[in-house]
């Protein structure tokens, strides 16, 4: 039986414009009760089922922190990055609520490739949106990593290889 592992890209092998679109993820009452717990925030339009019903949205809605929180996880597996450091939210917006049941999805795109180091990483620019089930924009907005280059990946292999020696 082959194993198969997966090699995260460097910023070598990024292009400004490719995009990339994450599995999806079904947002569930249980999510927003655990996030609720984990940031103190018990608002009842997350909350209460019957505060919301009679709310703007008509029935609770995940908090937006937990869309982006979602929203960060799902990008991470698509496309999987060899990434260093995650930098700035540069701008987010929050579009719609999401909802009880959504099933959410992350389109990842590069703005911009900015080499550092001479080339041991770089600082990349992302557009991401996330998206639901019927392709509807729920959030998005700019963010920026750090990315390792090959370089810094080869020398760093060279380096576990010759002290396993």
Known sequence: MARHLITPLTFDDLVVDDEWESPGRTITEADVVAFAGLSGDYNPLHVDHEWARRGAFGQPVAHGLLGLA????????????????????????????????????????????????????????????????????????????????????????????????
């Open 70 to 165: 979602i929203a960060s996880g799902l990008a991470s597996q698509a496309p999987r990055v060899d990434t260093l450091a995650f930098l700035s939210i540069v701008e987010w917006k929050f579009a719609r609520p999401v909802a009880f049941g959504d099933t959410v999805r992350v389109i990842s795109r590069i703005v911009s490739l900015e080499p550092r180091s001479r080339g041991r990483r770089a600082l990349v620019t992302w557009h991401r949106r996330l998206v639901n089930q019927s392709d509807e924009t729920l959030q998005e907005g700019l963010i920026q990593t750090l990315v390792r280059g090959r370089a810094a990946s080869l020398s760093s292999e060279e380096s576990s290889v010759s002290s396993s020696q």
